[in-house]
């Protein structure tokens, strides 16, 4: 069982930055690959940005990839999105999940979730 809190979340302007965390309860954080997914007002949620259980690997959504980075570190149990150059269409509900398959969109726990909201 992992629990998975994010916090990091507020609102910024067009261009600004955030960094997102997610801390993980328990042992076995090492051993779950890490992403992060977000639901707009209205929208189906959508992959944003993965890493593999080790650091060792990651790869991001279009719409993010060369502004948002994905990092963890498993001795703090802690993944992070760094998200720069926000837009107003990063306005989103921000999750971190945990799973235990690569490149497969299957996650097995999630977060309560962090409202990032960018104005123009």
């Known amino acids: 069982q992992v629990q998975l809190v994010e916090s990091g979340g507020g609102r910024v302007q067009c261009g600004g930055s955030l960094r997102l965390s997610c801390a993980a309860s328990?042992?076995?954080?090492?051993?779950?690959?890490m992403a992060w997914f977000r639901q707009a007002p209205g929208k189906e949620r959508e992959f944003v940005a993965a890493i593999y259980r080790s650091g060792t690997d990651s790869y991001y959504a279009d719409s993010v990839k060369g502004r948002f980075t994905i990092s963890r570190d498993n001795a703090k149990n802690t993944v992070w999105l760094q998200m720069n150059s926000l837009t107003p269409e990063d306005t989103a509900v921000y999750y971190c999940?945990?799973?235990?398959?690569?490149?497969?969109?299957?996650?097995?726990?999630w977060g309560q979730g962090t409202q990032v909201t960018v104005s123009s």
């Open positions: 999940a945990a799973g235990r398959t690569f490149r497969s969109n299957k996650y097995d726990y």
């Open positions: 328990g042992r076995t954080f090492s051993t779950y690959h």
